[in-house]
C-alpha cells in the first residue's frame, strides 16, 4: 500500500513558487556555506581519485603476476606483487591522510560559521527569539551546523571514492572482456529500477512533511 502524506493541521505543504524559491535559496545557501571551503575539498577530492587508482592497479598486477607465473616468470611474478602491497599500503594512506585533512578543515570551519551565527544572533531583535521555540534556535545554532560535517568531512571524497573504484574497475573489465562487463552492469541498472520503484512517486513531498513534524517533536521536546 502507498504511504501518503496527509496533511495535518499547521502544517502546509508548499506551493510550487515556494518550491522553486526554496530550492533557489538552498543553492545561495551551500554556496556560502560550502563556497570557503570548495578549493580544498577539490584538491582533496584529486587526492582520492589518486588512491582510488592506487585500490584498483593492485588487483590488475595480481592478475598479471599470475599470467608471469604461468610463463614461469617467477621473478617478474614477485617483483608485481611487491609493487601491488605497496600501492594497498600507499592508498590507505592517501585516503586516511586525506580524511583527516577534511576533518581538519571541517573542524575549522564549522568553528567559523558558529561565530558568524552567534554574530547574527546577538544583533536580532528580541522579537525574533518569542517568536520562535527554543528548538528551533537550538536546531539553527547546533543541528543545522553539525550536519555540515558530513558535508564537508565526508560528502565529497566518499562519492569520489565510490564512483571512482567501480568506474576504474568497469574500465579494466572491458579492456579485458566486454561480455563479462556487460553482464556485471545487468546488477546495477535492476538496482536502480526497483529503487526508483521502492521511493515511488511524491517522495521529496513526504519526506518535507516528515522533516516538518520531526521540527515540531523536536521543538516540543525541548520546550518541555
Known amino acids: 500500500m502507498a504511504i501518503e502524506a496527509v496533511q495535518q493541521p499547521g502544517i502546509d505543504t508548499p506551493t510550487k513558487e515556494q518550491k522553486r524559491e526554496r530550492q533557489r535559496v538552498e543553492r545561495e545557501a551551500s554556496r556560502f556555506v560550502l563556497g570557503p571551503v570548495s578549493a580544498r575539498l577539490a584538491v582533496a577530492s584529486i587526492v582520492v581519485l589518486i588512491a582510488s587508482a592506487a585500490a584498483v592497479a593492485p588487483f590488475v598486477l595480481i592478475v598479471e603476476a599470475s599470467r608471469a607465473l604461468l610463463a614461469d616468470d617467477g621473478e ?55 517568536e520562535r521555540s527554543a528548538g528551533e534556535v537550538k536546531k539553527l545554532l547546533q543541528d543545522d551546523i553539525d550536519a555540515v560535517h558530513y558535508l564537508v568531512a565526508h560528502a565529497r571524497v566518499e562519492f569520489v571514492s565510490a564512483v571512482a573504484v567501480p568506474a576504474l574497475t568497469f574500465v579494466y573489465l572491458f579492456v579485458v572482456d566486454w561480455r563479462l562487463a556487460l553482464v556485471l552492469l545487468a546488477p546495477l541498472f535492476g538496482y536502480g529500477i526497483a529503487l526508483s520503484v521502492m521511493m515511488g512517486r511524491g517522495y521529496r513531498e513526504k519526506m518535507d512533511v516528515y522533516y516538518r513534524w520531526e521540527k515540531r517533536t523536536e521543538a516540543a521536546t525541548v520546550e518541555f
Open 76 to 130: 617478474l611474478a614477485w617483483r608485481l606483487i611487491v609493487i601491488a602491497l605497496a600501492l594497498l599500503g600507499a592508498r590507505g594512506l592517501l585516503y586516511s591522510g586525506t580524511l583527516l585533512w577534511t576533518h581538519l578543515i571541517d573542524s575549522s570551519h564549522q568553528l567559523t560559521l558558529r561565530r558568524l551565527l552567534a554574530a547574527k544572533l546577538a544583533r536580532v531583535p528580541l522579537g525574533w527569539f518569542t
